[in-house]
C-alpha cells in the first residue's frame, strides 16, 4: 500500500480518486492551502469509505510524507503550485493529472506553446522527480460511486518505466484500466483529449463520456 498526497485533493477530481484509493486501502493525504478545508474533505471521505485511511495536511507536508503525490489543481495554478513543491517533490512519483484547459473554451483545445503541460512540468522538475501523466479523461463525475464501473480507460505516459508501472497499478486500484501509453511526450494526446470528451458530454447531453482502447487482451 502507498501513501498518496493528492495536492489540490479538496476538489472534485483529487477527491474522487482519492475516495477510490482509501477505499482500496491506501493511506491517503488530501493536500490543500487551507489545512481547515483538507480536514473537512479528509473527514467526508473517510465518512464515505468507512474508514480512517484518509488525512489532512497543508500540502507541503503532505508531500513530504507521501512516496507518490498527485496533482489535481486547475492548469492556472499547475506551474506555481509545483515551483512551490519543488524541493519536496525531489524523489518522489508524480502523478500529473493537469489538463490544460483555458476557460472559458474548454470544449476546444488550446495546448499551451510549449505543447504537453505536463512535459513543462518534468521539465521544471528536473531527474530528481518522476513525472507520470495519467487520468485526464476520466470525469469526476461518478468516481466518488465506489461501486460504480467507470467506463474509461487512463492513458499512462512517463519516461520512468517503473514510475508508469505505478501509475497504471494506481488507475487499477481506483477500479479502472491503465494503458500504458509510452513516453511522457504522448501526455499531450490525453490533455488534449478532454476538451473532445467536454464537448461531447454537451453534444449528446451526458455526463461522464469517456475512451476505450480497442484490441488490448481482456484484464
Ligand atoms: N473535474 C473533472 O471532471 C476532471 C476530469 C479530468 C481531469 N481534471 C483535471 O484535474 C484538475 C483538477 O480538477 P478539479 O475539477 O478537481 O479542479 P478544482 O475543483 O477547480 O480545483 C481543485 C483544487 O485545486 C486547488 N486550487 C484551485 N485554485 C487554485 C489556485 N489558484 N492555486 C492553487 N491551488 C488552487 C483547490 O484546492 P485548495 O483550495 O484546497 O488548495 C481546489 O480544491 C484540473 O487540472 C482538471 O482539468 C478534472
Given at each position: 500500500m502507498q501513501t498518496i498526497c493528492i495536492v489540490?485533493?479538496?476538489g472534485a477530481e483529487g477527491s474522487g480518486l482519492g475516495a477510490r484509493w482509501a477505499a482500496h486501502g491506501h493511506r491517503v493525504i488530501i493536500g490543500s492551502r487551507d489545512e481547515a478545508k483538507a480536514k473537512s474533505t479528509a473527514e467526508a471521505l473517510n465518512a464515505l469509505t468507512g474508514g480512517k485511511n484518509v488525512a489532512a495536511m497543508d500540502s507541503r507536508s503532505g508531500v513530504k510524507e507521501a512516496s507518490v503525490v498527485v496533482l489535481t489543481v486547475p492548469y492556472s495554478a499547475q506551474k506555481p503550485t509545483v515551483e512551490g513543491l519543488k524541493d519536496v517533490l525531489a524523489g518522489k512519483v508524480l502523478i500529473d493529472v493537469t489538463v490544460p484547459l483555458v476557460p472559458p473554451?474548454?470544449?476546444?483545445v488550446q495546448l499551451p506553446e510549449s505543447d504537453s503541460c505536463v512535459v513543462a512540468v518534468q521539465k521544471l522538475l528536473g531527474d530528481q522527480t518522476k513525472v507520470v501523466s495519467a487520468?485526464?479523461?476520466?470525469?469526476?463525475?461518478?468516481?466518488?460511486?465506489?461501486d460504480y464501473k467507470i467506463d474509461c480507460d487512463v492513458l499512462v505516459a512517463s519516461d520512468d518505466a517503473e514510475a508508469r508501472q505505478i501509475g497504471i497499478r494506481l488507475a487499477g486500484d481506483a477500479g479502472l484500466r491503465g494503458v500504458?501509453?509510452?513516453?511522457?511526450?504522448?501526455s499531450v494526446i490525453a490533455e488534449s483529449l478532454t476538451s473532445a470528451l467536454i464537448w461531447i458530454n454537451r453534444k449528446y447531453k451526458v455526463p461522464d463520456a469517456g475512451i476505450r482502447i480497442t484490441g488490448l487482451p481482456a484484464v
Open positions: 489540490g485533493g479538496t473554451k474548454v470544449s476546444q487520468f485526464q479523461n476520466v470525469s469526476a463525475h461518478k468516481l466518488k460511486d465506489l500504458d501509453a509510452g513516453s511522457l511526450a504522448n
